[in-house]
């Protein structure tokens, strides 16, 4: 594909936000997976450890159940298949903030990288290199998302019981809550702002453009789940044939290799997919940022302008 350049800093409106994303993806999607893939092959062999002790935890804990508590009343679940579900559960909320401090901040500075450039030509090395410069910041921005959430949740709950009109509100704060904190991150990296400050930025732009900034996130969020649910379709039919075939013969998975390497490699796939697909939502919130950075301020327009004015 000719590389041409895609404006980033254009007051854009809904319809004009999809399609630029659309636009982006297909012209960044082959250069930013490589990014993706060199930068997290750490935590690819992470995440496939990690997988391995959760699916041999459960795989144990789901047998005993399954099997009359392994054929004896007084018999109960191995110690070991707790440990391992433990150690799989702790070692997969370590490389998740791991993760999430790293890609979120990559997807962004590969996002500013190009707008910086006006072009894709650029080595991924300056991605790690911009992101490195704040990664203090990065990482305590993506330590806050944990309370923030929990708020969220505490609210979402209190809306539960409200039948009909909860279930929209729910939906209404998370996609808010996803374009603000994307919006808010953006502002932080691009403007190399404090967190407090790039937060306060961030929700200034985003409840000036509600029901877009809302609207942008939804939509995007449901096509790129789509996306991610189709890349699911082979993985996914492999493992159902399988499970299907151990049901019917009654295999012993706990014991079996081939079960312990199928529904490992396809947890780790999943979660995989997990995070690539936060990174793609990322980009989505950065044309976001943009868009409503150049209505409220006009910086880019206010330039060219006067770039007008100097040649006539």
């Not at 009359?68 to 150690?87: A, C, E, Q, R, T």
């Not at 203090?136 to 539960?160: C, D, H, Q, R």
Request: hydrophobic share 50%.
């Amino acid at each position: 594909m000719k590389d041409t350049y895609i404006p980033l800093r254009v007051n854009r409106d809904f319809g004009e936000i999809i399609s630029t994303y659309f636009d982006f993806f297909k012209q960044n999607i082959k250069k930013f997976t490589n990014v993706f893939l060199s930068y997290n092959g750490i935590f690819l062999i992470g995440l496939l450890v990690t997988s391995y002790f959760l699916v041999s935890g459960f795989m144990g804990i789901i047998a005993y159940e399954t099997q009359g508590g392994f054929n004896g009343p007084s018999s109960s679940v191995d110690d070991k298949y707790y440990i391992l579900l433990g150690v799989g559960g702790f070692l997969f909320f370590i490389i998740l903030l791991m993760v999430g401090v790293l890609n979120y901040g990559l997807a962004s500075s590969f996002m500013i990288r190009y707008d910086e450039n006006e072009s894709n030509n650029f080595d991924k090395k300056e991605v790690w290199s911009y992101l490195r410069g704040q990664l203090g910041n990065v990482i305590l921005f993506v330590l806050l998302l944990i309370p923030i959430y929990i708020a969220f949740l505490i609210v979402v709950v209190i809306f539960a019981f409200i039948p009909l009109v909860g279930l929209f509100v729910q939906y209404v704060l998370q996609y808010f809550l996803i374009g603000w904190l994307g919006v808010s991150f953006y502002d932080m990296l691009q403007n190399k702002k404090s967190v407090g400050s790039a937060l306060g930025e961030g929700w200034n732009l985003i409840t000036k453009n509600f029901w877009k900034s809302v609207g942008v996130n939804f939509i995007m969020g449901l096509l790129l789940g789509i996306l991610i649910l189709i890349t699911f379709i082979v993985p996914g039919v492999i493992v159902g044939v399988y499970t299907f075939h151990v049901v019917q013969n009654d295999v012993d998975f706990t014991n079996s290799v081939v079960a312990t390497v199928v529904y490992t490699l396809g947890t780790c796939l999943f979660l995989v997919l997990a995070i690539y697909g936060q990174c793609l939502s990322q980009f989505v919130n950065g044309i976001l940022y943009y868009a409503l950075h150049e209505k409220t301020y006009n910086i880019n327009t206010r330039k060219k302008i006067d770039q007008i004015g100097e040649s006539a």
